[in-house]
C-alpha cells in the first residue's frame, strides 16, 4: 500500500520513549522555562485525570486547579507548583503505566522528570532543609551507627514513644512512622571473611555469567543485612560464585529525590569505577533493594547518556529475582524445594516495577509446590524518605490502604515486598505483630538451607 493511502498512524500506541535528562544545560535551571513547561503538562494531566490515584502529586494538581477561579492551571499560582512537586517521589509509574501522552507522543509529557527538573532547581536555590539534609545522609549516619554504643542509642530513640513524639515536634519525622533500626553487625562485619569464590564453577546463559558481585547497598549493609545473607545463601545453594563489592556508596537516590543532583555525581564518580571493573572482570551485579538497581540501570544512564563506563554497569545490573529467572530459563537454576510457603501476598514495589522485568519473583516462587501467591501491583506509600516525614505520613497510609486491604483479606501465611522499607510500612498500618518477609528471605525458607 503507498504511503499516501496508509491510515494516520495514532499516536500514544509505542512504548514509552525518555529523552536523557538535561540537568548540565543552563536553561534546565531557569525558572521561567521550568514554570512555562510546567504549565503545559500541567494542562494536559488536568484534562487527562487517569493517573489520579497513583500517588498525592495528582489529587494535589487537580484539587488546586479546581479551587482556582479559573478553574484551569491559569488560576494556579507557580508559588502552589511546589505543592505538587513535593508530593512527587518519582516512582516513574505515571510515565511507564499510565501516561497516552509520553513520547513519541508529540506531547511528549515527562512528568517523573519535569518533577526531578522542578525539585533540582529548588535544591540550587533554597538547598535543603536540616531533616531532609540527616534522612538522606545515608553514608554519614551509617558510619556513626556502626559503632554499637551509638547504633543502640539511636534505635533507642526511634523505638521510644516519647521520645519519637519530641522528634515529630523538632525534626518533622512523623511519630507513627516506622523507622529502620540499625544492625551494628552489619552486612561487611558479617562477611567480611568471605573469599573471592573460584571460578570453577561458573556456568554462562546468554545474558549472565553466572557469578554475581553484590551491592551491598546502604539499607542491605546498616539496617537488613539478613535479606543480603538470603540472598548469598540461595545463590550457594546454586552454585552461583559470588562476592561483595570492594566497597561502595549510596547509590544516590536519595540525593536524586531530594534534587541534590551533585550528590549524585559524586556517588557515581565513587561507584561506577569500582562496578565498571567488575563487569570487565565478567561480574554480574546484583542488589537487594529495587531504588538502587533502578538508579544503576535507569537513573544514571539518562544523567550520563555518553558515559561508556554507566552504559556498561547498567547493562550488567539485575534485580535479583530478573537474575534468577534468567538461569531458570536455561535450566541453570535448581528447583529443590523442600518447603511449601502456604499463601503468599506479595507486593511488587514501584521501583521494581518500572524496570520492564515483568513480575519476576511471581514467576519464581509460583514454582515452588503448595505455594499460593497472590500479587498486588498497588504503591505501597513508603517511597524513600517519603512517609516518615509529618506532612505526608497521611497521605502514605492512604495510598497503602489499598495492598494492606487485601493482605488484610487474604489472611496469608506470609506477604512482603521487592522493597524491604514498603514492607515495614504496611506492617506498621497492619499493627497485627505480622513481620513481612522479604521473597528472597521466602526463598530460602522454600529451598530449606537455613
Known amino acids: 500500500m503507498p504511503d499516501s493511502m496508509r491510515p494516520p498512524r495514532e499516536e500514544g500506541l509505542e512504548a514509552p520513549q525518555r529523552q536523557p535528562l538535561a540537568w548540565q544545560m543552563p536553561e534546565f535551571y531557569d525558572q521561567d522555562a521550568l514554570h512555562s513547561e510546567m504549565a503545559r503538562v500541567f494542562d494536559i494531566c488536568a484534562s487527562c485525570r487517569r493517573c489520579?490515584?497513583?500517588?498525592?502529586?495528582?489529587?494535589?494538581?487537580?484539587?488546586l486547579i479546581d479551587a482556582s477561579e479559573a478553574m484551569d492551571v491559569d488560576g494556579v499560582t507557580t508559588d502552589d507548583y511546589e505543592k505538587v512537586v513535593d508530593q512527587c517521589y518519582l516512582c516513574d509509574l505515571c510515565h511507564?503505566?499510565?501516561?497516552p501522552y509520553v513520547a513519541p507522543h508529540s506531547w511528549a509529557v515527562d512528568f517523573p522528570q519535569l518533577m526531578l527538573r522542578a525539585k533540582a532547581v529548588h535544591f540550587k536555590q533554597h538547598g535543603a532543609s536540616r531533616r531532609d539534609k540527616w534522612l538522606t545522609a545515608t553514608d554519614e549516619v551509617g558510619r556513626l551507627a556502626g559503632i554499637p554504643i551509638i547504633a543502640q542509642t539511636i534505635n533507642g530513640i526511634t523505638q521510644t514513644p516519647s521520645l519519637r513524639k519530641q522528634m515529630e515536634k523538632h525534626l518533622g519525622i512523623a511519630q507513627e512512622a516506622w523507622l529502620p533500626p540499625f544492625d551494628d553487625q552489619t552486612l561487611r562485619k558479617r562477611l567480611k571473611t568471605r573469599p573471592l569464590m573460584g571460578g570453577d564453577r561458573i556456568e554462562s546463559t546468554s545474558r549472565t555469567h553466572g557469578k554475581v558481585a553484590v551491592f551491598a547497598t546502604c539499607y542491605g549493609n546498616q539496617h537488613e543485612p539478613r535479606i543480603v545473607q538470603d540472598l548469598v545463601a540461595i545463590l550457594d545453594h546454586n552454585h552461583i560464585p559470588w562476592t561483595l563489592t570492594e566497597?561502595?556508596?549510596?547509590?544516590?537516590?536519595?540525593?536524586?529525590?531530594?534534587?541534590d543532583l551533585q550528590s549524585v555525581v559524586e556517588a557515581k564518580e565513587f561507584n561506577i569505577p569500582i562496578l565498571s571493573r567488575l563487569v570487565d572482570e565478567g561480574w554480574d551485579l546484583?542488589?537487594?533493594?529495587?531504588?538502587c538497581v533502578l538508579l544503576f540501570k535507569q537513573q544514571l544512564p539518562s544523567m550520563f547518556p555518553n558515559d561508556s563506563a554507566v552504559a556498561k554497569v547498567s547493562q550488567a545490573f539485575f534485580d535479583p529475582f530478573e537474575y534468577l529467572s534468567l538461569r531458570h530459563r536455561e535450566a541453570k537454576l535448581k528447583l529443590d524445594f523442600t518447603r511449601a510457603l502456604g499463601k503468599i501476598v506479595y507486593h511488587v514495589s514501584c521501583h521494581q516495577r518500572v524496570q520492564f522485568n515483568g513480575v519476576k519473583a511471581r514467576e519464581l516462587l509460583s514454582l515452588i509446590p503448595n505455594t499460593e501467591l497472590e500479587v498486588v501491583e498497588r504503591c505501597s506509600g513508603h517511597n524513600g524518605t517519603y512517609a516518615v516525614k509529618v506532612e505526608n505520613y497521611s497521605h502514605a497510609v492512604k495510598i497503602a490502604q489499598p495492598v494492606v486491604n487485601v493482605i488484610k483479606a487474604a489472611m496469608p501465611d506470609h506477604y512482603g515486598s521487592d522493597c524491604p522499607l514498603a514492607g515495614h510500612h504496611l506492617a506498621g498500618i497492619l499493627d497485627d505483630s505480622t513481620v513481612p518477609r522479604h521473597p528472597l528471605t521466602l526463598l530460602r525458607m522454600a529451598y530449606g538451607i537455613f
Open 247 to 259: 566497597t561502595e556508596r549510596c547509590c544516590g537516590m536519595p540525593k536524586l529525590e531530594l534534587g
Open 286 to 291: 546484583l542488589a537487594v533493594v529495587p531504588s
Open 52 to 63: 489520579v490515584n497513583l500517588c498525592n502529586a495528582f489529587p494535589t494538581l487537580f484539587d
Open 96 to 99: 511507564v503505566t499510565k501516561c
